[in-house]
């Protein structure tokens, strides 16, 4: 018996650099958007491109590995990303008292498809994600060796 599923996966580029902060309670979360690029054509066979954005929010031990990405310069606007997760519909009451609704991407992996200062891809494979835990394309260890 199925319980159901719920997974996205998208590439695009940083729309803005992460963002972290933490929960009442001390949980670790990061938010940053990604901007899908995207092409079609119109009923007058015209080519038109089109960007779709997405919010993408972090937690815990993902969370903490973008924010040091982000601090050592790998993850900033701009960067290409893969991005998989779930899609999470949040409603919520604005300060205006405005009902809202908000669709987010609640990652369980992000990768990084290039390198500081680069817009291709990594040539370097990313590590196998661990069982049960989220990963980065690159470990956490002191990146000044990395060759891009």
Request: aromatic letters at 8%.
């Amino acid at each position: 018996m199925f319980r159901g599923l719920n997974n996205i996966q998208i590439i695009g580029n940083l729309g803005r650099d992460p963002e972290m902060r933490y929960t009442p309670s001390g949980s670790p979360v990061c938010d940053f958007s990604v901007a899908v690029n995207r092409g079609r054509r119109t009923p007058d066979d015209q080519w038109v491109e089109e960007t779709d954005w997405f919010t993408v929010i972090a937690w815990n031990r993902l969370a903490e590995q973008v924010d040091n990405m982000s601090a050592k310069g790998f993850l900033r606007k701009g960067t290409k990303v893969y991005v998989d997760g779930r899609l999470q519909i949040r409603r919520y009451t604005g300060n205006d008292g405005v009902e809202r609704t908000a669709v987010e991407i609640v990652a369980n992996r992000v990768l990084i498809l290039s390198g500081r200062g680069d817009s291709g891809p990594v040539e370097r494979g990313a590590p196998a994600q661990q069982a049960g835990e989220p990963d980065l394309a690159l470990p956490e260890e002191d990146f000044d060796d990395v060759p891009f």
